[in-house]
């Protein structure tokens, strides 16, 4: 049923993109239930959606260029570990107690802004990881690991919060970006958008 699946590559992808997503999405329900736990004030939640949505819109501009003359493989590497890092502080800061709504908007933001870098060098990537005759697929398995991961992050992250912790939820989220990681250094070296159009002319 999902052809795509047959080849490795994106079969490891796919699944540590699945684990990376569900973990992104406890950190965005431990973010909010922090932000009110620190504040409890509706105006910081929606502060707390902007520094979200803002960086993602604005970075965005630069993130699909980047992509084009870049090597998706390292972009994504790099993402993935600054991503990693942001989640590592918030959860330091939150078991040490220096956590101020000052400091989850910065980060918030911060991990926004790599998103927008981290989203399309992904988006371009995956061409390169099965054929064309396949690709309907691919992409109907990565909208479907949105999906699951957009119900189980925040199941998770529920069931966190009730038992090890705010903290936990962020060096969780940490972890799972090693997962995309291992499968990306799995992929050989790919080449910059560019080059391949050059090549197909």
């Given at each position: 049923?999902?052809?795509?699946l047959?080849?490795?590559s994106?079969?490891?992808?796919?699944?540590?993109?699945?684990?990376?997503?569900?973990?992104?999405?406890m950190?965005?329900?431990?973010?909010?239930?922090?932000?009110?736990?620190?504040t409890?004030?509706a105006?910081s939640?929606?502060?707390?959606?902007?520094?979200?949505?803002?960086?993602?819109?604005?970075?965005?501009?630069?993130?699909?260029?980047?992509?084009d003359?870049?090597?998706?493989?390292?972009?994504?590497?790099g993402?993935?570990?600054?991503?990693?890092a942001?989640a590592?502080?918030?959860?330091?800061?939150?078991?040490?107690?220096?956590?101020?709504?000052?400091?989850?908007?910065?980060?918030n933001?911060?991990?926004?802004a790599?998103?927008?870098f981290?989203?399309?060098?992904?988006?371009?990537l995956?061409?390169n990881?099965v054929?064309?005759?396949?690709?309907?697929?691919a992409?109907?398995?990565?909208?479907?690991?949105?999906?699951?991961?957009?119900?189980?992050?925040?199941?998770?992250?529920?069931?966190?919060?009730?038992?090890?912790?705010?903290?936990?939820?962020?060096?969780?989220?940490?972890?799972?970006?090693f997962?995309?990681?291992?499968?990306?250094?799995s992929?050989?070296?790919?080449?910059?958008?560019?080059?391949?159009?050059?090549?197909?002319?």
């Amino acid at each position: 049923r999902f052809p795509a699946l047959q080849h490795r590559s994106f079969r490891r992808l796919w699944i540590a993109t699945t684990i990376s997503v569900s973990g992104s999405q406890m950190q965005v329900t431990a973010l909010r239930w922090h932000m009110n736990e620190l504040t409890g004030s509706a105006f910081s939640l929606g502060m707390l959606s902007l520094t979200r949505f803002f960086p993602l819109i604005v970075f965005s501009l630069f993130g699909g260029a980047f992509a084009d003359s870049h090597d998706r493989r390292r972009i994504i590497m790099g993402t993935q570990m600054l991503l990693a890092a942001n989640a590592l502080f918030l959860g330091w800061f939150t078991l040490t107690h220096k956590d101020t709504p000052l400091l989850l908007f910065l980060l918030n933001g911060i991990g926004a802004a790599v998103i927008a870098f981290d989203n399309p060098a992904r988006q371009s990537l995956l061409p390169n990881l099965v054929p064309r005759d396949h690709f309907s697929s691919a992409a109907s398995l990565n909208s479907m690991a949105f999906e699951m991961a957009t119900i189980a992050g925040p199941m998770i992250a529920g069931i966190l919060l009730n038992t090890s912790g705010l903290a936990s939820i962020y060096f969780l989220n940490a972890i799972s970006f090693f997962t995309v990681i291992m499968a990306i250094r799995s992929l050989p070296p790919l080449p910059p958008k560019t080059e391949e159009m050059a090549k197909s002319k």
